[in-house]
């Protein structure tokens, strides 16, 4: 289960870097790309999106683990 939520963090991180490069290139095309192509569009919005349905999908992981007793809690205990 640690290295689930290692792998989906790192999934998270590269999804928001990749989206901050699409915002610095502006939709500008590639060199790769026809030149008298259109634009490539919505890669940055499409990056974002993946990463907030990403980050959903791991709460979700997280909370149906903890329910079907697959992880416990630890941290420090309830004391008054």
């Known amino acids: 289960m640690k290295y689930l939520v290692?792998?989906?963090?790192i999934a998270?991180?590269?999804?928001?870097?990749?989206a901050l490069v699409f915002m610095m290139r502006g939709g500008q095309s590639d060199a790769a790309d026809a030149p008298d192509g259109p634009p490539r569009k919505n890669h940055m919005a499409k990056a974002l999106a993946?990463?907030?349905g990403?980050?959903?999908l791991l709460f979700v992981v997280v909370l149906i683990s903890y329910l079907m007793g697959w992880i416990q809690p630890t941290?420090?205990?309830m004391q008054r």
């Open 12 to 18: 998270i991180v590269g999804s928001l870097g990749a």
């Open 50 to 52: 993946f990463r907030v």
């Open 54 to 56: 990403f980050s959903i």
């Open 6 to 9: 290692i792998a989906a963090f």
């Open 75 to 77: 941290g420090l205990p």
